[in-house]
């Protein structure tokens, strides 16, 4: 029975579907649906933001209103990409000022943002109210400025992990004495102080505020002031947890003010922590689902006493200091624990450290039967702790092992980690994500390719033996989206034979292989919709011979062609470039003619 | 017969005639919750009997069920008892006969129902012929594949 739906009922129906994925779903489904579809998305993500151009994203959804947008390869967190290498956001702004004046959301990962791509936000979008940057960088607190003047409905500004160039704290001051639309202001990575009773007055005005996140430059004595004017929150993240000497007034006023917070679930901040002050938590462990400590340089004991008051916990990031015996007390504490992250304390001291090893993620692994996402940095491994793992948390989603010295072996048996790792992938069916490290020959990536059918992201370092180990993976990871590899063996042949793969992926990052220059250029060709770009600092690479490898290579797969902003140091191969080739080769033949 | 007589002293008795000829006594304020039928009252005052030529019987009685016993609790429950087709034709009535919290309560439900769900699912559902061509319709997948794909989870 047809039974043709008037254009109006579509569009309601269409508003109650969210997911880009059914979106792209339903508008495939005919003609008609396909332009009520795209006259009605609001929310768009883009992957990369050089797969796709801002006109075309404009075009194909006039009705815009909040959009996503990720830049750098994910290396870049790794100083592994350039300074100057792309990801600017301007281009993005400039066309969406003019044909999408009513867009309200922009949020941002690994971007380059400028203070004139802020005032152009500030002055164009008369409704904008979310701006989120995760680790962008290129802007000052000048462009905060234009956003606190001209945002009049602002709900979020979140600059988590940003490089800001802090120029002056007052630009909190810039938001004015009308304005109460704050729900959530993170400032946590600006380096210098913000104007304190600004930011207490702005805080006192805004009812909805429920995600708080300061800057270390905040004192722990203004802590109480602050949070008695926002006692509804829900997100705190803390400036510095110490004064230079204990005050017991300090402490009482602190464990007031939280007492006071009744709705508290999520903590973080805590750069330089006096644990004399740390009791002040005490009152609201109970109710905390996340906790980030991974700022806090604080010994293993103190961790212990605040952790065992948190049976309620989701989500604990933390330093090493936790030791083995801290992650033994979350173990036994947190029983609903999803998500683990270890950070290194000392990334660069290159000593064993007795005390956090293996033994503490498999006491989480054991103790913790929800845990799904781990991130794990130590210095020791072995094959038979990662098989443990492996069998008795066969629900890991995510899985990122940092062993800190690269080709580090099973400490035990001195072997190859290959079977450890081949453990995870194969109990683990449903692993979406993985970061290998320590020593792996081929064997790894046989595994891998083997068993880990839904595997969309892999990180790989100091790694396998030859093309095989990327063969492997190009040739059986069938959902593998984004692969980023550095310092393997891997060259020319695996990565030929598999071109046709590289247009399944979202985008592939190798940095010191061996790559040569002359199978960039053949690749391509080969490959006209893939944008293979050669990043190298030391020169222009046909100015080596073809079999020389390149520094770095990043391939994407985009609908846009190759990008127009790269730098000096940046060179796409294809038909353009061998033709540019062609031409300094004739060029050059001419001048020999001459002499 | 005693609780009728009291239901005809206390509010206004008014007549819904469905698409297949049966008739519904409905109370004024059931009827006003229908926009549509509203805008009759308003319009023909001594107005007894109410055509709703584009919804079957069957259909109009849900429609006014769900109009008494509309909550939170009935509302989540509603849409259970309920195949595609019947919803279709339920959520067409709901906009015609203009009843808001009925449009939306059907829409979320038929929603949910084509959730990660194919095109060619979808398709068969709504009885909608693909007039994409191939080729126009390979381009739209890699263009979604290739620019517009789903959120990456951290």
Redo the contacts between chains.
């Keep these: 029975?047809?039974?043709s739906?008037?254009q109006?009922?579509l569009e309601?129906?269409f508003?109650?579907?969210d997911?880009?994925?059914?979106r792209?779903?339903?508008?495939?489904?005919?003609?008609s649906?396909?332009e009520i579809e795209r006259r009605s998305r609001k929310k768009?993500?883009?992957?990369n933001c050089y797969?796709?151009s801002p006109t075309?994203?404009i075009k194909r959804f006039p009705e815009l209103r909040s959009i996503?947008l990720?830049g750098k390869p994910h290396f870049a967190d790794f100083n592994l990409v350039p300074d100057g290498w792309g990801g600017y956001v301007y281009t993005w702004i400039e066309a969406m000022a003019v044909s999408v004046p009513l867009l309200e959301e922009i949020r941002l990962k690994r971007m380059v943002v400028t203070d004139e791509s802020l005032e152009l936000i500030a002055k164009s979008f008369k409704n904008f109210k979310v701006l989120v940057f995760i680790s962008c960088d290129g802007f000052s607190t000048d462009g905060l400025e234009a956003i606190a003047s001209n945002c009049r409905n602002l709900k979020e500004l979140n600059l988590q992990e940003s490089e800001v160039e802090d120029l002056s704290g007052d630009w909190l001051c810039y938001f004015p004495d009308s304005y109460t639309s704050l729900v959530s202001l993170n400032i946590s990575c600006l380096n210098n102080e913000v104007n304190l009773s600004a930011l207490e007055a702005l805080l006192g005005r805004c009812p909805n505020l429920q995600t708080l996140c300061l800057n270390h430059a905040v004192p722990l004595d203004k802590l109480p002031s602050l949070l008695s004017q926002c006692p509804q929150l829900v997100e705190l993240g803390t400036g510095v947890y110490s004064t230079e000497e204990m005050h017991p007034d300090v402490l009482s006023s602190l464990i007031t003010a939280f007492s006071g917070c009744k709705q508290l679930k999520s903590l973080s901040g805590f750069w330089n922590v006096l644990p004399s002050y740390l009791p002040a938590l005490y009152p609201i462990c109970s109710r905390l689902t996340s906790l980030n400590l991974s700022y806090a340089i604080i010994q293993s004991s103190d961790i212990v006493k605040l952790i065992g008051q948190c049976p309620n916990l989701l989500r604990l990031w933390v330093l090493d200091y936790i030791e083995d015996v801290g992650l033994e007390a979350v173990a036994a504490s947190c029983k609903d624990l999803q998500e683990l992250r270890v950070f290194p304390s000392d990334p660069s001291c290159l000593e064993l450290n007795n005390a956090l090893t293996e033994r503490g993620l498999v006491s989480v692994s054991k103790g913790c039967p929800k845990l799904q996402s781990v991130l794990y940095f130590c210095r020791q491994m072995s094959n038979a702790a990662l098989s443990a793992i492996a069998q008795i948390r066969p629900n890991l989603t995510r899985f990122r092992l940092c062993i800190l010295e690269p080709h580090t072996p099973d400490y035990l048996t001195l072997q190859p980690l290959d079977s450890g790792f081949g453990a995870i992938v194969e109990h683990c069916k449903d692993l979406?994500r993985l970061s290998l490290s320590g020593l792996l020959t081929d064997r790894v990536f046989e595994y891998i390719g083997t068993h880990a059918k839904k595997l969309e992201m892999l990180s790989v370092a100091f790694a396998g033996d030859s093309d095989l180990g990327l063969h492997y993976v190009l040739s059986g990871c069938e959902n593998l989206?984004k692969l980023e590899i550095r310092d393997c063996p891997f060259g020319d042949e695996a990565l030929l034979a598999n071109a046709a793969k590289l247009e399944t992926m979202?985008s592939l990052w190798m940095s010191s292989c061996s790559v040569s220059y002359g199978a960039c250029k053949l690749l391509g060709q080969k490959m006209p919709k893939l944008n293979v770009e050669v990043i190298d600092e030391s020169g222009p690479p046909d100015s080596r011979p073809d079999s020389c490898p390149v520094e770095k290579l990043y391939i994407y797969?985009?609908?846009a062609g190759p990008r127009l902003d790269m730098p000096g140091f940046v060179w796409t191969m294809g038909d353009d470039s061998s033709r540019k080739l062609e031409l300094d080769v004739a060029g050059v033949e001419a001048q020999f003619r001459n002499l | 017969m005693a609780e009728e007589k009291s239901q005809a002293s206390s509010s206004k008795m008014l007549t819904l005639k469905a698409s297949d000829g049966v008739l519904f006594e409905v109370e004024l304020n059931i009827a006003k919750e229908m926009k549509t039928v509203q805008a009759y009252i308003d319009d023909c005052e001594d107005i007894e009997t109410i055509p709703i030529p584009n919804v079957l019987g069957k259909h109009l009685a849900i429609v006014i069920e769900y109009i008494k016993k509309t909550n939170e609790e009935y509302d989540a429950e509603f849409e259970k008892q309920w195949n595609m087709d019947d919803l279709q034709l339920l959520l067409l009535a709901a906009n015609y006969l203009n009843i808001s919290g009925l449009q939306e309560c059907l829409c979320k439900a038929i929603a949910k129902r084509i959730e990660n769900k194919s095109p060619e699912y979808v398709r068969k559902v709504f009885n909608i012929e693909n007039d994409h061509s191939p080729e126009e319709e390979a381009k739209l997948r890699k263009e979604y594949k290739w620019a517009f794909e789903g959120v990456d989870k951290d």
Excluded: C, E
């Design positions: 029975m047809d039974h739906f008037p109006k009922v309601h129906l508003s109650f579907i997911s880009n994925k059914d792209n779903a339903i508008s495939l489904v005919s003609k649906w396909y768009i993500f883009i992957g797969a796709v075309t994203v996503t990720k979406q989206r979202r797969r985009s609908i």
